[in-house]
């Protein structure tokens, strides 16, 4: 087996963890303290089930990261990318030269979705994704005679990759403070109910955060502002979903002021809100689009931009060359991938899938854990969604020092042989669409353990 892996081949006592200490620089990791543990070596994926070298067999409540729509082992797509790989494994898009899987996949993904999002640029990542966006944005409005229409709207706990724009977009402090903070980004506060609602309703407060996006608009002059981005639902913020009164609103305010509304489906793109795009679940009408993630169920890597017809037209018959692309935009063999993934999500009709099975998910999980002092709130839309670990449930008040308690319970969850995302003191999931009822319930069962021996853990800080 391991022949196929690495050459030359490793002695029977070849220590990996050693050498990943040595050696393997990981992404958004401490390395001080991952070593000081053993990194974990995952080695095979079936269905919504990883395995690892220590043979524990891992229930994947986050879809690797949020990527793996369709679930681990699927033939088909092991099949369109042996296929093409075989009959051309790469050529570039860059020379008036195209392929035949990229034409297909832009074809494909104009049709699907909504709007009039009609023409589409690859990339082969989110962050990619996302700069793409950025720079088209900014080039719109260069083209249109108005180059003072520069600064990118974001919001706090936005992610939106980790390029330095994409970064400087997103609103992580902690990555802003290592670098990644440049001129022209402003931040608004994120449609966060649960932790900035204070006594409103949801609706109210979605309108309030909305209104805060008007207010910084008047602050900066809107002729200064090129785009505001946001994620239909903020995926690594914490999965925060906004009250059904916000997302309309920002709306009317990017199309009253006349700045360009992104939304960055990365997340939410391919049925993880129980339609094809967030955009459809949440009323949004964006300008341009970005997706990754699921558009290969992660299986090779590949992002696009969908771009609508207003930007299109200006960036296609005025801006002559957009001095932009990457080496590998429309990589053949991922867009023969994201095709036959297409092709999954489609017949099994795996969008509705999500928004029943998020359903069903949430009813269990409250059956399980709604009566426990440490769950402030369950939520989620189809599936993807968070859990509110509280020090007091009645007032939503979050544990002293953010993110010690939910590093505790994501612990718990990897000793339960589930993998539960923790952002600050918020458990997130977002488990393969295809997940079964009896998985669920499994899920459901290890999860409630894991919050469990959370709460027993720090029984004393609980109201
Ligand atoms: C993951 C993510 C990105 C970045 O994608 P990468 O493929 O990691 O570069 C951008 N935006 C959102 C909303 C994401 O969740």
Same mark, same amino acid.
Request: proline share 5%.
């Given at each position: ?152 709207? =974001? %919001?706090?706990?936005?992610?939106? !990759? @980790?390029? &330095?724009? *994409?970064? /400087?977009?997103?609103? $992580? ?97 391919? =049925? %993880?809100?129980?339609?094809?795009? !967030? @955009?459809? &679940?949440? *009323?949004? /009408?964006?300008?341009? $689009? ?174």
């Amino acid at each position: 087996m391991l022949d196929h892996i690495v050459s030359p081949i490793p002695t029977p006592d070849y220590d990996w963890q050693a050498a990943d200490a040595a050696h393997h620089l990981h992404p958004f990791s401490d390395h001080k303290s991952l070593h000081q543990g053993r990194v974990r070596i995952i080695t095979g994926g079936e269905g919504v089930y990883l395995t690892d070298d220590a043979g524990h067999r891992i229930l994947d409540g986050m879809a690797g990261l949020w990527c793996v729509a369709v679930g681990y082992g699927r033939q088909e797509l092991v099949d369109a990318a042996t296929r093409q790989m075989q009959t051309l494994p790469f050529y570039n898009t860059f020379f008036k030269t195209a392929t035949r899987p990229v034409i297909a996949l832009a074809d494909r993904l104009t049709a699907m979705a909504p709007g009039d999002l009609n023409h589409a640029f690859f990339a082969s990542s989110g962050s990619e994704a996302v700069d793409t966006a950025l720079r088209m944005a900014r080039t719109y409005w260069i083209t249109r005679g108005k180059p003072g229409k520069r600064i990118i709207l =974001g %919001r706090e706990y936005g992610y939106h !990759g @980790s390029t &330095t724009l *994409g970064a /400087a977009a997103g609103g $992580m402090v902690d990555m802003h403070r290592q670098g990644a903070v440049l001129p022209d980004f402003a931040h608004v506060m994120p449609p966060y109910w649960y932790g900035y609602g204070g006594q409103m309703s949801p609706e109210e407060f979605g309108l309030y955060a909305a209104k805060q996006i008007e207010d910084k608009i008047r602050e900066i002059g809107a002729k200064s502002i090129a785009a505001f981005i946001g994620e239909p639902i903020q995926g690594a913020g914490g999965v925060i979903i906004p009250p059904e009164t916000y997302w309309p609103e920002v709306q009317r305010i990017c199309r009253e002021n006349d700045i360009l509304l992104i939304a960055d489906e990365v997340i939410t793109g391919f =049925g %993880r809100t129980g339609r094809m795009f !967030g @955009s459809e &679940t949440f *009323g949004i /009408a964006p300008d341009i $689009m970005t997706l990754a993630k699921a558009i290969t169920s992660g299986y090779i890597p590949l992002s696009a931009v969908l771009v609508g017809d207003r930007v299109a037209d200006v960036l296609i018959n005025e801006t002559g060359e957009f001095y932009h692309g990457f080496t590998y935009s429309g990589h053949p063999v991922a867009c023969a991938v994201a095709l036959a993934n297409l092709d999954i999500l489609e017949s099994e009709g795996l969008a509705a899938r999500a928004e029943a099975k998020g359903a069903r998910l949430r009813g269990k999980l409250a059956e399980a854990l709604g009566d426990m002092p440490i769950v402030g709130e369950i939520r989620g839309v189809g599936l993807i969604g968070a859990i509110e670990l509280t020090a007091d449930r009645r007032t939503r008040r979050f544990f002293e020092r953010r993110g010690r308690v939910g590093t505790i319970c994501r612990d718990h969850c990897f000793a339960n042989d589930l993998v539960m995302r923790a952002v600050r003191d918020t458990m997130v999931f977002s488990p393969p669409l295809t997940i079964t009822d009896d998985e669920m319930d499994e899920m459901v069962a290890r999860a409630a353990r894991a919050i469990a021996a959370t709460q027993a853990d720090v029984r004393s800080e609980i109201m």
